[in-house]
Structures are given as structure tokens and as C-alpha cells.
T-cell receptor, first 116, second 111 residues
């Protein structure tokens, strides 16, 4: 089974703090994704990565950055947290495009971040 | 950007009833996925569909890839209380980019 873990289930931070959310997967998947989930808005893609040290902007990258130094780890960074970044953050992984099942994504349990 | 219309947004059903939900798109998709999300957890993949007309089951769940490639359906037979949650469809436009997600169908079961 694919195992995707996220560093925290719940996190409370103050406005202006730098926040790190970490995601680790154990299935050797090339692709990793960060989404945020908000009521009424569904899942929105923040950033994704198809390879180590490679990153691509998703639909809502503003206010976020990412780091992928190792294949199994993908970090989401909030440089200066703001209250509108209070949300559920979900990490996902998937196989390389063109593989047998190139688009299935497997999610971690989520981190519920509150910015005060 | 691309959008998926998922309906209904929410539904209340009696235990034992069958449930149907669907997703539609204005674009042709080459993949449809159905996920379930329990409160406070991440989405879990239920069924993946890759061919138009494909019908796939996972226990009491059955999903179909619409013949037009623009829609997909999920049916749950004989619902039970643990079916409660939010069901998401997701799809990939043929030869393009990342997954697009529907906004979910919230299922509540009356005991």
C-alpha cells in the first residue's frame, strides 16, 4: 500500500510566522503535489513536482514555496503566514505520467493549519 | 480553467437505500477517479476508470466512465452508516495536465 505521511495533523501559527509542512512517501513515486482544501472551493493545487529539485506552480501558488531535495520528501513553505492561509493542506503522490496508471493520486491524512 | 460539475452537492438517505451521484465536464476526459474523504482525513481512492464505457466495481460501489467521455457516475448499493463522508470525482483532460476535482457530494445516512 502507498503510504503518504504528513508531519502534523494540526498546526496553529501566528501571522507572519514561517511555516513548514512536510510530506513523506514510501512508494518511490516521481510525482508529488500540494493542495489546499476549503469549504465550497474544493481541492486547489498549490505546487507540484515531477522530479527531485523540480517544481511547478499550480493554480494558487501565491504566498507559498516548495522544496524537493529528495524523491520521497516534498515540503510546502509559507514564508509569512497570513490568516487567509488557514486551511486543510493535503499532500498527494503519483506515478510518472505515461506509466501504467499515470494519474492516480494518493493522499496523505492532511494538516489542518490555523493562522491566528 | 477546466471545471467539473458534481451533483448532488449533498444528500440524506435512509440506511439500505441505493445512492447515485455524477460528474460532468465540458471537456473530454481520458481518466475518471472517485475518492471518498472521511471527516478530518485525506481522500482515499475508491475506483479508477480509464476507458469510455468502462464499468468497475469495488464492493458495494460501482462507477462508470460515460460513453461521451464527458461524464462519470458512482453508485453505492445498500448504504450503511460508514458510507457517510464526502465523495469526490476527479478527472484528467485528454493529453493535458493535472487532475481536476469536483467539489464533492456530501453523503449523510439517517440511522
Amino acid at each position: 500500500d502507498v503510504k503518504v505521511t504528513q508531519s502534523s495533523r494540526y498546526l496553529v501559527k501566528r501571522t507572519g510566522e514561517k511555516v513548514f509542512l512536510e510530506c513523506v512517501q514510501d512508494m518511490d513515486h516521481e510525482n508529488m503535489f500540494w493542495y489546499r482544501q476549503d469549504p465550497g472551493l474544493g481541492l486547489r493545487l498549490i505546487y507540484f513536482s515531477y522530479d527531485v529539485k523540480m517544481k511547478e506552480k499550480g493554480d494558487i501558488p501565491e504566498g507559498y514555496s516548495v522544496s524537493r531535495e529528495k524523491k520521497e520528501r516534498f515540503s510546502l513553505i509559507l514564508e509569512s503566514a497570513s490568516t487567509n492561509q488557514t486551511s486543510m493542506y493535503l499532500c498527494a503522490t503519483g506515478l510518472e505520467a505515461g506509466g501504467a496508471h499515470p494519474t492516480e493520486q494518493f493522499f496523505g491524512p492532511g494538516t489542518r493549519l490555523t493562522v491566528l | 480553467g477546466q471545471q467539473l460539475n458534481q451533483s448532488p452537492q449533498s444528500m440524506f438517505i435512509q440506511e439500505g437505500e441505493d445512492v447515485s451521484m455524477n460528474c460532468t465536464s465540458s471537456s473530454i476526459f481520458n481518466t475518471w477517479l472517485w475518492y471518498k474523504q472521511d471527516p478530518g482525513e485525506g481522500p482515499v481512492l475508491l475506483i479508477a476508470l480509464y476507458k469510455a464505457g468502462e464499468l468497475t466495481s469495488n464492493g458495494r460501489l460501482t462507477a462508470q466512465f460515460g460513453i461521451t467521455r464527458k461524464d462519470s457516475f458512482l453508485n453505492i448499493s445498500a448504504s450503511i452508516p460508514s458510507d457517510v463522508g464526502i465523495y469526490f470525482c476527479a478527472g484528467r483532460v485528454r493529453s493535458q495536465g493535472n487532475l481536476i476535482f469536483g467539489k464533492g457530494t456530501k453523503l449523510s445516512v439517517k440511522p
